[in-house]
């Protein structure tokens, strides 16, 4: 597998701020890498180092097995797609498409095919005559793609290029963009702070905390075996069992991650008191407490719904219990 | 191209500067910055130092040259009788014309703020801009002409069969005068003409700040209009107020055409230093004259500043 | 108090107001066709044209227009530049000194144009330089370096600075970024700018007093004219010409930045 992105140590720091913390990423040749994790934790200023827009404190980058280190964005066979979409406001669609063929020296004819056949990919086809400012959100994102993407790069960076769109056309893109991925067999670097968006996606996924990476992984590995407390809870929320629980139910002294949709409510298990109850829909949502902690358990419909302040008891199956990394606190 | 993901023979000359204005921001900005700072250090603040200097140094008075040492003597002939007379007589022409200024400019900054929509924004945008970037000079001459003695204003007056009213105030002192032309009255009018614009303009962009529903929701709790332009509108535009007579005041300490135009042979500060660094040579003491508007502007502006004026420039 | 309307009296008052400010212009327009040739006499006598056969033909009108036309476009286009580059460093980034660059490009505007005149007329004395068309021009660029930078910075700030790093990264270096990407976005603004500067410089007298010498701008040919007239009208003539000429400019100007946030020619 060829590495298509690989850092190495790398830190990036402000002043006294670590946006980035001694990193080390692997992004393999056609992988749909996603990064993951809440605003400051560092993964857009790693993007950022990709393509260019900042440089290392210290650690070094390769692209494609090749020293980044001093070399200018417009050096790099590497195309962003910008959360703002960046379109050009005083070109039209195809100029914006054109932009870096132009640049390149290609001429206005090939240069105008090509843009047309990216436009097309991104099932836009004949809007190269209007304006950005005629064009709505979803229909300026697939632009500012067309443009990176006719430039063939090697690798396509996403800065939560999904943001701004509503929650239907949200799933739409992610369909397409995971779809176009496949067909064109770019890698892709894909920077979220929604995680159904990164496991949905994503052939692995990074998670950020303040500047480091906790967790890498496929997504299911992600979802079901949270390394770290953090990752279970911001994935999916998962719920944490501190040491002293997950001692009564397994005997080891340890965090431990249970999903809410695998907890059980009856006469065994560790006591617990309804505290609240709501309805979601397809499942209960029933917020209990425990021994001194909150729990959360989905019971599917159809279950009996307890009543708040009930005394019951907790259980779930033993593959459904996740051992974690001991945690500092 | 290389066949590379990383381009390493894009090597032209230009690229290559861009390579290292990329590597060094900091290299950048210098380079933007160095141009503009150094003609505005060099000529604009060498010149301010160039000035200062020179208040510094003395006429020697029977050969008319200047001396070049430090001394303290030229300062202190501001305060002469007759000069610290021409420093309180501007101070003061400039306090009437910001205060009349402010007055007779807030309707129409007020108007323009709250109630002109659509063409109307734009004709009373277009008639405070023209007014105040059109010629200084032609303004002031059109005055000339409307207060001259046989002008239109006179005209109007004896029209209305009110000449007795005019000569009535021209009689009175200080303010009054041979004709209107050669009083002080005519200067302040002149005055207040010229700087009118400077004054709507902060005002306007101050009000405009000023959300409607604030007024609606001092109505809302029982305030009448009165109550609410007063505890509501005028402190909100306070700053616009003190924004707009920095430069009415400025600008009238140190005018120097309009009073020799239009005015009475008695002098203002501009004058002085107009007529000091002319043909009688004293430079220094032109210069002295000139470092008074900075001081009493500095002053000023530091006052402004702790009542946050700047926000409405 | 829930109407949107303005009560009268303060319509008329701010109608008032605004012919105020137009009156005096116009009333000059009407004594450039006056018959009477040695007083400012109301009403006008008689109406003729002959003022501006008469002001056609005086060589020294020509001179000193030719002289306020290099001087102002001379003076406009090291504003423009010195002003762009200003704008675009203050815009882009925090660096040590920023807020004192903002203030010293004001300084030329905001302190009294009789400071300026000195000053300058001290420096040239102190350092002996004399007289010349380039000292005229090095007094007006420097105050309308501040009327490129307002209108630029306001642009500047409008453009969004992802599009720099857009550009970039699909491949275009700095310079090319300027070219196809910056220019474009400012060019309107830089416009409007460089056309309130030429107005500025066009119309200035008070620091070209200090700076000029023997030389006649249009501005001191009128001034001389005001002190001690030699043809009344024919001066008439020159200023309606003038207050046309300046007009052209502000009215592109605003036309330019007209639909922004900043119009150009708040910032004087």
């Given at each position: 597998m060829t590495s298509a992105v690989s850092f190495t140590g790398v830190s990036r720091h402000f002043g006294s701020v670590r946006a980035v913390d001694e990193v080390d990423i692997n992004i393999a040749e056609g992988e749909f890498f996603a990064m993951l994790g809440p605003s400051g934790s560092g993964k857009t200023t790693c993007l950022r180092l990709i393509a260019g827009f900042e440089q290392p404190t210290a650690g070094e980058i390769s692209i494609f097995s090749q020293p980044?280190?001093?070399?200018?964005p417009y050096k790099r066979h590497v195309n962003t797609v910008f959360q703002d979409y960046a379109l050009f406001p005083h070109l039209n669609v195809l100029d914006n498409v054109a932009y870096g063929l132009m640049i390149a020296g290609m001429s206005k004819k090939e240069r105008h095919q090509a843009a047309e056949e990216a436009l097309e990919l991104v099932a836009l086809?004949?809007?190269?005559?209007?304006?950005?400012?005629?064009?709505?959100g979803g229909q300026r994102q697939r632009v500012a793609l067309a443009r990176a993407l006719v430039n063939k790069p090697k690798v396509l960076l996403l800065d939560e290029p999904l943001g701004a769109l509503d929650l239907k056309l949200r799933e739409q893109m992610q369909e397409e963009l995971k779809a176009l991925q496949r067909k064109l067999g770019i890698t892709f670097v894909f920077v979220t702070h929604d995680q159904g968006e990164a496991l949905s996606m994503a052939d692995r996924v990074a998670v950020f905390n303040e500047g480091k990476i906790v967790q890498v992984g496929k997504p299911e590995d992600i979802y079901y075996r949270p390394e770290v407390p953090f990752v279970a809870d911001f994935v999916g929320s998962s719920n944490v069992l501190p040491p002293h629980v997950t001692e009564k139910t397994k005997g080891i002294w340890a965090n431990a991650a249970v999903r809410p949709e695998a907890v059980r409510l009856g006469e065994e298990g560790l006591p617990a008191t309804v505290r609240a109850t709501s309805f979601i829909g397809t499942s209960t949502r029933v917020s209990l407490e425990l021994d001194g902690i909150q729990m959360i358990a989905l019971l599917p419909k159809g279950q009996a719904i307890p009543p708040v302040g009930e005394h019951t008891h907790v259980s779930w199956a033993d593959d459904d219990i996740h051992l974690m990394e001991q945690a500092d606190e | 191209m290389s066949d590379g993901v990383l381009d390493t023979d894009r090597n032209g000359v230009l690229t290559r500067i861009s390579d290292t204005l990329w590597r060094n921001p900091r290299l950048t900005i210098l380079l933007l910055i160095a141009p503009p700072a150094l003609w505005l250090g060099v000529v604009y603040l060498g010149s301010l130092f160039a000035l200062l200097a020179q208040s510094f140094f003395s006429i020697?008075?029977?050969?008319g040259l200047i001396i070049y040492e430090f001394t303290l003597k030229t300062y202190s002939e501001l305060f002469t009788p007759a000069n610290f007379d021409i420093i309180v007589r501007t101070f003061l022409m400039a306090s009437a014309v910001t205060i009349a200024a402010a007055i007779v400019s807030f309707p129409i900054a007020y108007y323009a703020a709250r109630y002109a929509r659509g063409k109307w924004k734009a004709i009373f945008y277009l008639g405070v801009m023209l007014p105040l970037w059109s010629s200084y000079l032609v303004k002031v001459y059109s005055w000339k002409l409307i207060l001259a003695k046989e002008g239109i204003l006179n005209w109007l007056f004896e029209t209305l069969h009110l000449s007795w009213l005019l000569e009535a105030y021209l009689s009175l002192p200080i303010i009054g005068g041979n004709s209107l032309s050669v009083s002080w009255t005519g200067t302040f009018l002149v005055f207040l003409y010229v700087w009118l614009p400077f004054m709507i303009l902060p005002i306007q962009a101050a009000l405009e700040r000023v959300p409607p529903s604030m007024m609606e929701a001092s109505g809302d709790l029982g305030a009448t209009p009165g109550q609410s332009f007063r505890h509501v509108l005028l402190p909100l535009a306070l700053p616009g107020v003190i924004a707009g007579s920095i430069f009415t005041f400025s600008l009238t300490l140190g005018d120097y055409i309009i009073p020799q135009i239009v005015?009475?042979?008695?002098?203002?500060i501009g004058q002085a230093v107009y007529a000091y660094q002319?043909?009688?040579?004293?430079i220094p003491l032109a210069a002295a004259f000139a470092v008074v508007p900075i001081v009493i502007m500095g002053i000023y502006l530091w006052i402004a500043k702790r009542k946050g004026a700047f926000d409405a420039l | 108090m829930h109407s949107d309307r303005a009560s009268t009296g303060l319509k008329i008052a701010a109608g008032l107001g605004l012919a105020f400010m137009h009156l005096p212009i116009l009333l000059i327009f009407v004594y450039?066709?006056?018959?009477?040739?040695k007083s400012y006499q109301w009403p006008p006598p008689g109406l003729t044209l002959k003022w501006f056969g008469v002001t056609w033909n005086r060589p020294d009108v020509w001179e000193a227009l030719a002289l306020s036309a290099k001087v102002a476009s001379i003076s406009t286009v090291i504003a423009l530049i010195l002003g762009t580059l200003c704008a675009a460093a203050v815009s882009r980034t925090r660096f040590f000194g920023r807020e004192a660059i903002s203030l010293l490009v004001i300084l030329p505007i905001a302190l009294p144009g009789i400071v300026t005149g000195i000053s300058l007329r001290s420096a040239f004395n102190l350092a002996d330089i004399p007289f010349s068309f380039w000292t005229i021009v090095l007094g007006h660029a420097t105050f309308c370096i501040v009327v490129v930078y307002n209108n630029a910075v306001a642009r500047f700030r409008r453009t969004s600075g992802s599009l720099v790093e857009a550009s970039m990264d699909l491949g275009a270096t700095s310079f090319q970024t300027f070219r196809h990407v910056i220019l474009p976005n400012i060019s309107t603004a830089l416009l409007a700018g460089g056309m309130l500067a030429f107005a500025l410089s066009f119309d200035e007298v008070i620091v070209t007093t200090f700076t000029a010498g023997q030389q006649q701008t249009l501005p001191i040919w009128m001034l001389e004219e005001l002190v001690r007239p030699r043809q009344r009208p024919v001066t008439n003539v020159v200023a309606m010409v003038v207050v046309i000429v300046t007009f052209l400019p502000i009215l592109g100007a605003y036309y330019l930045t007209r639909g922004t946030d900043t119009v150009a020619g708040q910032g004087k």
């Open positions: 980044a280190q001093g070399v200018p086809p004949g809007y190269g005559g209007r304006k950005p400012s005629e064009l709505s | 020697d008075e029977f050969s005015g009475s042979s008695r002098r203002f002319g043909t009688a040579g004293n | 450039a066709f006056t018959t009477e040739d």
